[in-house]
């Protein structure tokens, strides 16, 4: 009998505990969730996570932190969240550059060491020099660029970011030279533009913005395939003649081997968030295109993305 009462009682101890654990995973979030941004603050990627995990706060119902971790074009960060524990718990923002850090040499990172939950915007580049530049056309740049190589100095966001990419390509384009230089995101890039320590910017108009609206800058084209809401008077260069694009894009992933129903839970709060009038405005007011994409449609244009930068990096003799 007292043998027969011990079972029951592992028994009951033990179905207890598979009841709690069970409890337990069906938990999450159970604590706050932190979304590593691979930029210092202040740039579009920052500000971006920011507004969203404002309303992704509110859908998970726990505390969204969001830390910044700079180096090598994003991909420090990227690779601090793809060695992360995969629980849904350490969330990335994904900007393009993560579908190029690999072709640079920076890391083996690619698209597939991630499970992506959401897709988020897109944005164009914009070739921007000070107000008192002696350029107040792209044609007069590309001219000057073409006479003296090598002397206007164009800063970016990192080596290989897609800003960079953005002046490489126009380079490869008109066959011109410039002096490319790495900053740890595109605001400091803008703080030395201001602060007359560089010639030009191609990052993106909505990050030069307020410098355009105080009269300290002026955009003399944008790199997308149509005119910017936020500057419509700026030509693309392509109605310039010149046959160049480049944008960002922005998405969220978190470690590969997360568990598909705590994936499905981030899935539904990023896609409320992007879907907010928040992030509608900020799109609006920015010069972004709020685009969102399903975890399965951001994964697919991610590697395909990735299969691009493969080719076209080394074309560009980035390093």
């Not at 009462?5 to 995973?25: C, D, H, R, W, Y």
């Not at 932190?65 to 990227?78: C, D, P």
């Not at 390509?169 to 007359?196: D, R, T, Y």
Request: hydrophobic letters at 45%.
């Amino acid at each position: 009998m007292k043998r027969l009462s011990v079972v029951l009682m592992l028994l009951i101890v033990t179905g207890g505990l598979i009841f709690a654990n069970a409890q337990a995973e069906k938990s999450y979030p159970a604590k706050e969730v932190t979304i590593v941004v691979p930029y210092s603050p202040g740039g579009a990627s920052d500000t971006v996570t920011r507004i969203i995990a404002k309303n992704v706060e509110p859908a998970l119902g726990v505390p969204v932190i969001v830390t910044n971790k700079t180096g090598a074009s994003g991909s420090i960060a990227m690779d601090y969240v793809r060695k992360s524990k995969a629980d849904g718990y350490t969330i990335c923002y994904m900007p393009v550059e993560s579908t190029m850090v690999s072709a640079l040499g920076y890391t083996d990172l690619q698209p597939a060491d991630f499970d992506f939950v959401a897709g988020a915007m897109t944005i164009s580049a914009a070739v921007t020099v000070r107000a008192d530049a002696p350029w107040d056309t792209i044609e007069q740049f590309i001219a000057y660029a073409k006479d003296n190589p090598g002397k206007i100095s164009v800063g970016n966001s990192g080596t290989g970011s897609i800003w960079h990419i953005a002046a490489a390509s126009i380079e490869e384009a008109e066959g011109v030279k410039f002096n490319h230089v790495p900053f740890e995101g595109a605001a400091p890039a803008i703080a030395a533009l201001l602060g007359g320590h560089i010639d030009a910017v191609t990052v993106s108009d909505s990050e030069v913005q307020p410098n355009v609206e105080n009269g300290d800058f002026k955009i003399l084209a944008v790199m997308g395939d149509k005119r910017s809401s936020v500057v419509p008077d700026v030509p693309t260069l392509k109605e310039r003649g010149i046959d160049v694009t480049a944008f960002g894009w922005g998405g969220f992933a978190v470690p590969a081997g997360t568990p598909d129903d705590v994936k499905a839970i981030l899935e539904d709060a990023f896609k409320t968030a992007i879907e907010s009038d928040d992030f509608a405005k900020l799109c609006a007011e920015r010069g972004m295109s709020q685009n969102y994409m399903t975890g399965a449609e951001i994964q697919s244009f991610a590697q395909s993305q990735y299969e691009l930068y493969s080719v076209l990096i080394p074309k560009l003799g980035i390093q």
